[in-house]
Structures are given as structure tokens and as C-alpha cells.
């Protein structure tokens, strides 16, 4: 993934995923990936609500900082 213009080249980018995909479908994404896309390269990450929530608070962070 990329945000903010630095990461990765496997995921999609991340700018702004709240606003296109909403909250819930992000935590879905996350908590499992194959929800959407049962082909997906995305693997289960076997994370907490809590480290979700930090992930998503993160995201938002970093949309409100590109505006």
C-alpha cells in the first residue's frame, strides 16, 4: 500500500479509503480481507479491534494531514 506518497507497490493506495470505502468496510477489509476479494493477496493479520481501531485512527490521521 501506499499513503502520503511513500510505501509499498502491492496494495492499493490508502488516501482517502475512509471517505470511499467508509469505516466498517476498512475494518472488514482488515479483520478478513478474503470478505471482498476471495482472491485477494491481502493475508489475515490476526489483529485485535483494539490495533484495528489504531490502524483506522491512523488512516484517518493521515487523511485529514494530506488536506
Given at each position: 500500500?501506499?499513503?502520503?506518497?511513500?510505501?509499498g507497490t502491492?496494495?492499493?493506495?490508502?488516501?482517502?479509503?475512509?471517505d470511499r470505502?467508509?469505516?466498517?468496510?476498512?475494518?472488514?477489509?482488515?479483520?478478513?480481507?478474503?470478505?471482498?476479494?476471495?482472491?485477494?493477496?491481502?493475508?489475515?493479520?490476526?489483529?485485535?479491534d483494539a490495533?484495528?481501531?489504531?490502524?483506522?485512527?491512523?488512516?484517518?490521521?493521515?487523511?485529514?494531514?494530506?488536506?
Amino acid at each position: 500500500h501506499t499513503i502520503g506518497g511513500s510505501g509499498g507497490t502491492v496494495g492499493p493506495n490508502l488516501e482517502g479509503v475512509l471517505d470511499r470505502r467508509g469505516e466498517a468496510w476498512v475494518r472488514d477489509q482488515i479483520e478478513n480481507p478474503r470478505t471482498h476479494n476471495p482472491k485477494t493477496v491481502m493475508p489475515e493479520l490476526g489483529l485485535s479491534d483494539a490495533e484495528i481501531s489504531r490502524i483506522i485512527e491512523a488512516l484517518r490521521r493521515s487523511d485529514s494531514a494530506q488536506r
